[in-house]
């Protein structure tokens, strides 16, 4: 399978723990996306990596979380001292810019964490 | 604020009748709308888009509609199938933007057999 793959699928943890989620993109993809999406809403962003350059980041992602591309391939996201109200789906993205109007994301399966 | 507005949370429609979702957006910079679908325990599918020099693109059975004076668009599903029950996500950006997607809230569809 050549989709976007996410990993853990599901992560419980407790409250002040420190969690890490990665995620594959489709290989060729030059654009990554992260999303989050809680319960009763859409996806909201909140950064993406052109390659390995991370371009924008959102006002949701607080100094609690990081996000890393290293080698424009795989991405990380961590959330450090996590809260009750990080619990959420992260939905990972990933495209390919090609300068036309038409870029399309491609979503994993995303990531459910529940914090305790 | 939500910029962009999907009103009706659920819909359920007669399997072979016409399934019609709404959005609605503010931001007068969206130039690119998207449909997304989206079934329990995945990540949403790409269904369909529209750019704004555009007012109709059909892809097979479903067909999106801009309105941009109203700042609406919609999403027409005919003949509805009971595979099409899912989540339909409304997203919209401005192509100049990074392709940051804005999405509505999403509407259950159901449909029925």
């Known amino acids: 399978d050549t989709g976007v793959s996410q990993n853990p699928r599901h992560k419980i943890t407790k409250r002040g723990q420190n969690v890490t989620f990665r995620c594959d993109p489709i290989s060729e993809h030059n654009r990554l996306y992260w999303y989050r999406q809680t319960l009763g809403q859409g996806p909201e962003f909140l950064t993406y990596f052109q390659n390995e350059a991370q371009l924008e980041k959102s006002r949701l992602l607080s100094d609690r979380f990081s996000a890393e591309r290293p080698k424009g391939s795989f991405s990380t996201l961590e959330i450090q001292r996590t809260e009750q109200g990080d619990s959420a789906m992260y939905l990972c993205?990933?495209?390919?810019?090609?300068?036309?109007?038409?870029?399309?994301?491609?979503f994993g399966s995303g990531t459910q964490l529940s914090v305790l | 604020d939500q910029q962009v507005k999907q009103n009706s949370p659920s819909l359920s429609v007669q399997e072979g009748r016409i399934s019609i979702l709404n959005c609605d957006y503010t931001?007068?910079?969206?130039?690119?709308f998207l449909w997304y679908k989206k079934y329990p325990a995945e990540g949403p599918t790409f269904l369909i888009s529209i750019s704004s020099i555009k007012d109709k693109n059909e892809d097979g059975r479903f067909t999106v509609f801009l309105n941009k004076s109203a700042k609406h668009l919609s999403l027409h599903i005919v003949p509805s199938q009971p595979g099409d029950s899912a989540v339909y996500f409304c997203a919209a950006t401005s192509t100049g933007g990074g392709n940051k997607l804005t999405f509505g809230t999403g509407t259950q569809l159901k449909v029925e057999l």
């Open positions: 931001n007068s910079m969206f130039d690119y």
């Open positions: 993205a990933s495209s390919y810019l090609d300068g036309g109007p038409n870029e399309k994301l491609f």
